[in-house]
């Protein structure tokens, strides 16, 4: 299991595609990445650096996008059951990482995970895919109907009740009985802790 907090989440997720990439390339056994069951970030800053880094390279084509989109939904999945399922060799198809992202709405570093979706599968194979016309594949219409990859969970801090000034709950999380414990979140969406994560996984 991976689990990231802030800026940690960004570096994580570049490690996970590296090695990803490895698997791919024969550096790293299958069996070994495999073991990757869960990622969780909370505090995450990866929707913003995403948006940042698209911003600064506005140029980069449609089917790129298409691409890391359809890779978002080959390695990631919202569906807890995959940490219940077989993800060992003798299964083709692996099952997914599941990911699990936590966030306070008054974190100002933080969001929950919106931009990361995909309507590809966990373990499908990336060049068996028919590619989507380029001028359709990122249309307000075509990315509400894929699936966000992420399990989001908007917390609420412990503190923002009893002391409106604390206002930076940027380092709350560990301390947040939310955090490790499922429920529903702020919104009434049912969500599932760390607690729970670690003890499936």
Do not use: C
């Not at 970030?41 to 691409?67: C, I, M, R, V």
């Amino acid at each position: 299991m991976v689990v990231a907090h802030s800026l940690g989440s960004t570096i994580s997720m570049d490690a996970l595609l590296n090695l990803h990439n490895l698997v791919e390339e024969g550096g790293l056994e299958s069996d070994q990445w495999r073991r990757i069951r869960a990622f969780v970030s909370l505090g995450t800053a990866l929707e913003k650096t995403k948006f940042f880094f698209d911003a600064q390279n506005p140029g980069l084509s449609a089917s790129y996008q298409q691409w890391r989109s359809d890779l978002y939904g080959h390695l990631f999945t919202s569906d807890f059951h995959a940490l219940q399922r077989d993800n060992s060799a003798a299964n083709p198809l692996t099952v997914g990482i599941y990911w699990a992202n936590y966030w306070y709405y008054t974190d100002i570093v933080s969001n929950a995970i919106d931009s990361y979706r995909s309507d590809v599968q966990p373990g499908h194979a990336l060049s068996a895919l028919e590619p989507s016309p380029l001028q359709d594949a990122f249309s307000p219409a075509a990315l509400e109907k894929m699936n966000v990859v992420a399990q989001n969970a908007r917390l609420g801090s412990r503190f923002a009740v009893p002391n409106p000034l604390h206002i930076w709950v940027h380092s709350d999380y560990f301390g947040d009985d939310e955090f490790w414990r499922s429920g529903n979140d702020k919104v009434g969406t049912p969500y599932h802790g760390l607690l729970e994560i670690l003890l499936t996984a």
